[in-house]
Nanobody, 124 residues
Framework: QVQLVESGGGLVQAGGSLSLSCAASGRLFSLNTMGWYRQAPGKQRELVADITSSGSTKYADSVKGRFTISRDNAKKTVYLQMNSLKFEDTAVYYC??????????????????WGQGTQVTVSS
């Protein structure tokens, strides 16, 4: 069974910082691109940032210069450092692993997986 477990959300004042982490577990064969998405009430889920297995990153324009995504392949963990938080960053943040390869019995399978989500609330 593959699991992505997020941690680090919470309540912070505007201008503050929060750090999120997402750890993958299970009989993993390889972790490819991992990313953070967010969904605010009444809005569609959107990409915040993602990072490939080799470390190439991509950011939404709204977070460039404020958020930093990183990963530790040995720990099977992806991080999101969020600085200069704004009220509009308030959302549930989800971790996603794309094309995650894992063993199911003796079979190798590939799929996309999501974490359960963690709430980030920025007070103005």
């Amino acid at each position: 069974q593959v699991q992505l477990v997020e941690s680090g959300g919470g309540l912070v004042q505007a201008g503050g910082s929060l750090s999120l982490s997402c750890a993958a577990s299970g009989r993993l064969f390889s972790l490819n691109t991992m990313g953070w998405y967010r969904q605010a009430p009444g809005k569609q889920r959107e990409l915040v940032a993602d990072i490939t297995s080799s470390g190439s990153t991509k950011y939404a324009d709204s977070v460039k210069g404020r958020f930093t995504i990183s990963r530790d392949n040995a720990k099977k963990t992806v991080y999101l450092q969020m600085n200069s938080l704004k009220f509009e960053d308030t959302a549930v943040y989800y971790c996603k692993a794309e094309n995650l390869a894992y063993y199911s019995g003796s079979n190798l399978k590939v799929g996309d997986y999501w974490g359960q989500g963690t709430q980030v609330t920025v007070s103005s």
